[in-house]
């Protein structure tokens, strides 16, 4: 799996399934057996996988309801390709008879995800299992309880003293840290309380220090602004680059033996104001002068987006990478992206539509430019004929192709940073078995087919998803 852990001792059959197994399973498992079962065996698997996301959604419609309908209808017609191939007996489930009052009970009681028992385990975790763990193993009810107060009265504690510092108007120390990676300090100046206790549980607002740069309201930061936005997604990359090189050099590391024509192809599109078609043609000289030498380089960089039904919350920090080859990873590590080819897009509101879908290879800035752009290599969307949103007929995901040029030469581009829409998670087509050569560093490296995974995160399923809430 591309981005997944391995398993050195080869993979055991699970002997106890908890709720984080289910939640890692149906994250990447109807992409893996797509090839491998018969066709109404995956239609009833990937159609059971969107009940379960479908019914998670924060908000219904008469629409929503009529899919989730749906789903659980095609699983039924398609459930007995299961015990045809002999992997169950019976379909006398109890949880699964349960799922067809699923629909009417939000009807009547709402969606089904404010009803969570997360809190509650949660707190059974807090209150009551990690003081025993603390414990001598005796006198457990005597020992939760002290352990309890003696909590409260820290927490008390740390209460009086934070309020009583802020009142007297101590200044923070931290506020000249503000572009340091993951160490920016809210200003307490303008913090409640209530936001003070909550912070470690609190994404951090990247689009709210984004604006501040833009707006030059934060005196002193270095430019060019190493934060940034587009309308729909923020990006934030270390003020310290991880490499500091020459073009040539950056070329040799990568293996990118393009990369200073293409950059130069970059350049004039950026210089004369125009989108940047990812084309992969040359539109000037192969030796086309550049006006600077050295570039800097990151191996990272994250981005922070709106959720999909509350667009006026922000989801948590996401990490993108781009890490050239080395011991641990000799093929490099490169993850996937949605990007807009233009700097206006209506991402994630029509989906992949007039999107490309697009493998980071670097991420890098000029040298006395104000440019920080990304090299990137290009897929493209199989057409399926007759379904909507080009989504394939027994998956329900795309399919993607490596763009190619020619039979060895990748279709690549270099785009301005902020082109970026999401992060992505792609799964090799591995049709009926897998080859034998495919390994985890490799299999995205050596692969040209692949889907497109929606069920990656219950943001991106929505997003992707043709009939869209």
Same mark, same amino acid.
């Given at each position: 799996?591309v981005g997944?852990?391995g398993?050195e001792d %080869?993979i055991?059959?699970?002997?106890?399934v908890?709720r984080c197994d *289910? *939640?890692?399973?149906?994250?990447?498992?109807?992409?893996v057996?797509?090839g491998?079962?018969?066709?109404?065996?995956?239609?009833a698997?990937?159609?059971?996988? +969107?009940?379960?996301?479908l019914?998670? =959604?924060?908000?219904?419609?008469?629409?929503?309801l009529?899919r989730?309908m749906n789903?659980l209808?095609?699983?039924h017609n398609n459930?007995?390709a299961?015990?045809?191939?002999?992997?169950? +007996?019976? /379909?006398?489930?109890?949880?699964l008879?349960?799922?067809?009052?699923?629909?009417?009970?939000?009807? *009547?009681s709402?969606?089904?995800i404010?009803?969570?028992?997360?809190?509650t385990?949660h707190?059974? $975790?807090q209150?009551?299992? $990690?003081p025993?763990?603390?414990s001598?193993n005796?006198? !457990? !009810?005597?020992?939760?309880?002290c352990?309890l107060d003696?909590s409260d009265?820290?927490?008390?504690?740390?209460?009086?003293? !934070?309020?009583?510092?802020h009142?007297?108007?101590?200044?923070?120390?931290d506020?000249?840290?503000?572009?340091?990676?993951?160490?920016?300090? &809210?200003?307490?100046n303008?913090?409640?309380?209530?936001?003070h206790?909550?912070?470690?549980?609190?994404?951090?607002? !990247?689009?709210v220090?984004a604006n501040?740069?833009?707006?030059?309201?934060i005196?002193?930061?270095l430019?060019?602004?190493?934060?940034f936005?587009?309308?729909?997604?923020?990006?934030? &990359?270390?003020t310290?680059?991880?490499?500091?090189?020459?073009?040539?050099?950056a070329?040799i590391l990568?293996?990118?033996p393009?990369?200073?024509?293409?950059?130069?192809e970059f350049l004039?599109?950026a210089?004369?104001?125009l989108?940047?078609?990812v084309? %992969? @043609?040359?539109?000037q000289d192969?030796?086309?002068?550049?006006?600077?030498?050295?570039i800097q380089i /990151?191996?990272?960089?994250?981005?922070?987006?709106?959720?999909?039904?509350?667009a006026?919350?922000?989801d948590?920090?996401?990490t993108?990478? =781009?890490?050239?080859p080395?011991g641990?990873h000799?093929? %490099?590590?490169?993850?996937?992206?949605?990007?807009?080819?233009?700097?206006?897009?209506?991402?994630?509101q029509?989906?992949?539509?007039?999107? $490309? @879908? =697009?493998? &980071? #290879?670097?991420?890098?800035?000029?040298?006395?430019t +104000?440019?920080? =752009?990304?090299?990137?290599q290009?897929?493209y969307?199989?057409?399926?004929?007759g379904?909507?949103?080009?989504v394939h007929?027994?998956?329900?995901?795309?399919?993607?192709?490596?763009?190619?040029?020619?039979s060895?030469?990748r279709?690549?581009s270099?785009v301005?940073?902020?082109?970026?829409?999401?992060p992505i998670?792609?799964?090799?087509?591995?049709?009926?078995?897998? *080859?034998s050569?495919?390994? #985890?560093?490799s299999?995205c490296?050596?692969?040209?087919?692949? /889907?497109?995974?929606?069920y /990656?995160?219950?943001?991106?399923?929505?997003?992707?998803?043709?009939?869209?809430?």
């Amino acid at each position: 799996m591309v981005g997944y852990c391995g398993f050195e001792d %080869g993979i055991s059959k699970l002997k106890q399934v908890t709720r984080c197994d *289910h *939640h890692a399973i149906q994250c990447y498992i109807v992409g893996v057996i797509s090839g491998a079962v018969p066709h109404r065996f995956l239609i009833a698997v990937h159609t059971l996988v +969107d009940f379960h996301y479908l019914t998670q =959604a924060p908000i219904f419609t008469d629409h929503s309801l009529d899919r989730l309908m749906n789903a659980l209808q095609l699983f039924h017609n398609n459930k007995d390709a299961v015990m045809q191939a002999g992997v169950r +007996d019976t /379909w006398e489930i109890p949880k699964l008879k349960l799922l067809q009052s699923v629909v009417s009970n939000i009807q *009547h009681s709402g969606p089904v995800i404010q009803w969570s028992a997360d809190a509650t385990k949660h707190a059974h $975790v807090q209150e009551v299992k $990690v003081p025993a763990q603390l414990s001598n193993n005796q006198n !457990y !009810y005597d020992q939760i309880t002290c352990y309890l107060d003696h909590s409260d009265k820290c927490f008390c504690f740390d209460v009086t003293t !934070y309020y009583e510092t802020h009142r007297e108007g101590n200044p923070s120390e931290d506020d000249d840290n503000l572009e340091e990676e993951d160490d920016i300090e &809210l200003d307490f100046n303008n913090c409640s309380l209530h936001d003070h206790m909550n912070l470690p549980h609190l994404p951090l607002n !990247y689009f709210v220090i984004a604006n501040a740069l833009a707006c030059d309201s934060i005196p002193n930061a270095l430019k060019p602004h190493c934060t940034f936005s587009n309308i729909t997604t923020t990006f934030h &990359l270390a003020t310290k680059p991880s490499l500091h090189m020459t073009i040539d050099d950056a070329a040799i590391l990568f293996k990118l033996p393009d990369l200073c024509p293409v950059i130069g192809e970059f350049l004039q599109c950026a210089q004369n104001h125009l989108n940047h078609p990812v084309s %992969g @043609v040359m539109s000037q000289d192969l030796c086309y002068p550049l006006p600077f030498n050295r570039i800097q380089i /990151w191996y990272k960089i994250h981005i922070q987006q709106f959720l999909y039904h509350k667009a006026q919350d922000i989801d948590a920090l996401q990490t993108l990478r =781009a890490l050239p080859p080395s011991g641990d990873h000799p093929h %490099g590590l490169y993850d996937m992206v949605i990007l807009s080819p233009s700097p206006d897009s209506d991402w994630p509101q029509q989906g992949i539509e007039g999107h $490309v @879908v =697009a493998q &980071l #290879r670097l991420i890098f800035h000029p040298l006395d430019t +104000d440019y920080f =752009a990304t090299y990137i290599q290009c897929f493209y969307v199989i057409m399926q004929l007759g379904n909507l949103g080009n989504v394939h007929p027994i998956t329900g995901m795309h399919l993607l192709r490596r763009a190619m040029k020619s039979s060895v030469e990748r279709l690549r581009s270099v785009v301005p940073i902020s082109h970026i829409c999401s992060p992505i998670h792609l799964i090799p087509e591995f049709d009926k078995e897998a *080859h034998s050569c495919l390994t #985890r560093e490799s299999s995205c490296e050596f692969s040209n087919d692949f /889907w497109l995974n929606k069920y /990656w995160s219950k943001e991106l399923y929505h997003t992707l998803s043709p009939l869209r809430l």
